[in-house]
């Protein structure tokens, strides 16, 4: 039995619907995104980390370089 028929669909708009679908599910350029995305998003919770740590690790390091210069 031929599907096409019954649903009353002609050939170019399964063709339109195969291509629009192939359309959707392309993966050509996501992968560049995504690899942006987590860079990006990797980067700046490395800096955010960074200043984080050196708030709390300067005044340690002063402290001892202070009791340093007092020998």
Do not use: C, K
């Amino acid at each position: 039995m031929n599907l096409d028929r019954f649903m009353n669909r002609s050939r170019r708009e399964d063709h339109v619907t195969t291509w629009w679908f192939r359309r959707l599910t392309e993966e050509d350029g996501q992968d560049l995104i995504e690899y942006a995305l987590l860079a990006s998003v990797l980067s700046v919770g490395g800096i955010l980390s960074i200043h984080a740590v050196l708030g709390g690790v300067m005044p340690w390091l002063d402290r001892i370089i202070a009791a340093f210069r007092s020998l």
